[in-house]
């Protein structure tokens, strides 16, 4: 006699606006369930009175995850099948949800994953965007210095960046992206992606400040912002070019280019040369 299947943890990604975009598997599990984890329970019954779904509902957010966590397992271990959802999306994914699968997993339960909608992979379809690399950052930091700092920090990462932000901080983030990186960079600002008001816009990064100006519906909603990698320079490499500006992290520009030209093999008047117009602009 085989022994009976483990209890799992079901992750269901469910739409982030329009509610035609889930799937059928994730209605199937949802409706077999008998505890839905959920990010917000008022949000998640729009959701879940839509598809004419009952299963009891658990409050897991950032403020009270661990305890939640505890929760979970002490359903999993009475047998019970449980699912969790977020907001929007994907729970863990710039959403709570992944301190409490950490500790399901820790208890020996497992996770199933049901993929679904997700706001950076949107954007990204819709952006044209062809570099092969994309680096997803998520939400920046609040406070304006750490922001700024973050920024400098992906300054020579070689992909497109990703970046969720919040409409009451939109434009501050545009302007030091703006300010910050090169201004051959380009951007494409997604805000209410699969809802009624949704916009897409590529432009150079340079003018993204003045488009988001021009019309406070520009400033309203969720958005993804998707900034281009940087510009490449003759005669120097993307890796080359990430090694040079770590360096100038650190140290004066003639001794950058040196200990750069050791490590790269890339002459040293070229870094020299490169480096002036990093520390220039």
Same mark, same amino acid.
């Given at each position: ?6 209890? #799992? ?22 409706? @077999? ?10 949000? #998640? ?13 658990? @409050?897991?957010? *950032?403020?009270? *995850? ?21 907001? %929007? ?69 070689? %992909? ?11 434009? *501050? ?9 090169? @201004? ?22 340079? *003018? ?48 950058? %280019? ?24």
């Amino acid at each position: 006699m085989s022994e009976p299947v483990k209890p #799992a943890l079901s992750i269901v990604a469910t739409p982030i606006g329009n509610l035609g975009d889930i799937t059928l598997r994730a209605l199937e599990v949802l409706r @077999a369930v008998e505890v839905i984890a959920c990010e917000d329970t008022r949000h #998640a019954r729009r959701l879940l009175d839509h598809y004419e779904i009952r299963a009891q509902l658990l @409050a897991v957010h *950032e403020h009270n *995850e661990q305890a939640a966590a505890e929760k979970l397992i002490a359903l999993l271990a009475a047998g019970k099948r449980v699912a969790m959802i977020s907001d %929007a999306g994907t729970p863990g994914v710039s959403d709570p949800g992944a301190r409490a699968v950490s500790a399901v997993r820790t208890a020996g339960f497992a996770v199933t994953p049901l993929p679904g909608p997700n706001a950076a992979i949107a954007a990204l379809s819709a952006a044209g965007l062809d570099h092969p690399a994309f680096h997803f950052v998520g939400f920046l930091p609040a406070k304006v210095g750490a922001r700024r700092t973050a920024i400098e920090a992906l300054k020579p990462v070689a %992909a497109t960046l990703v970046f969720y932000e919040a409409p009451h901080r939109i434009e *501050e983030t545009i302007t030091d992206l703006a300010t910050l990186l090169e @201004a051959q960079r380009e951007i494409v600002i997604a805000r209410e992606l699969t809802k009624l008001f949704e916009e897409i816009v590529r432009l150079p990064l340079s *003018e993204a400040p003045a488009w988001l100006a021009a019309d406070e519906n520009h400033r309203r909603g969720e958005f993804v912002l998707l900034v281009s990698a940087p510009p490449q320079h003759e005669g120097l490499d993307a890796a080359s070019e990430k090694v040079l500006r770590i360096l100038l992290t650190e140290l004066p520009v003639k001794q950058a %280019a040196k200990l750069g030209s050791e490590i790269t093999g890339v002459a040293k008047n070229d870094l020299y040369r490169r480096a002036l117009e990093i520390k220039g602009g």
